[in-house]
């Protein structure tokens, strides 16, 4: 899967199961997802897009310092599920 379309589908991930009241397009990479100067997701947000990263894409976020790191913006996300399916093999690349 090439770069791109992974970033589409993370933003896809986030408006259709966070209900976000804006469209994947209007979605930068570099936007903080949470906080004032974001798109100003919250707690519970951040607990239903762990949810939504392990059914859509295979890859569980395993503690609040990793979630921390790897869920500010839609590039970190995308980094770290490309590091994750890298260390669990293509199998999890398929999921």
């Known amino acids: 899967m090439s770069e791109p379309d992974l970033r589409a589908r993370i933003k896809e991930m986030l408006v ?7 469209t994947p397009d209007e979605i930068d990479d570099d936007l903080p ?3 004032p100067n974001g798109l100003g997701l919250d707690s519970i947000d951040a607990l239903e897009l762990v949810v939504s990263m392990e059914k859509t894409f295979g890859v569980g976020v395993p503690n609040s310092e990793v979630a921390g790191k790897a869920l500010r913006t839609v590039n970190t996300i995308h980094d ?3 590091e994750k399916r890298a260390i669990t093999g293509p199998a999890a690349a398929s999921a």
């Open 33 to 35: 997802l949470f906080g």
């Open 16 to 22: 259709k199961n966070l209900m976000l009241q804006t």
């Open 80 to 82: 770290y599920i490309l």
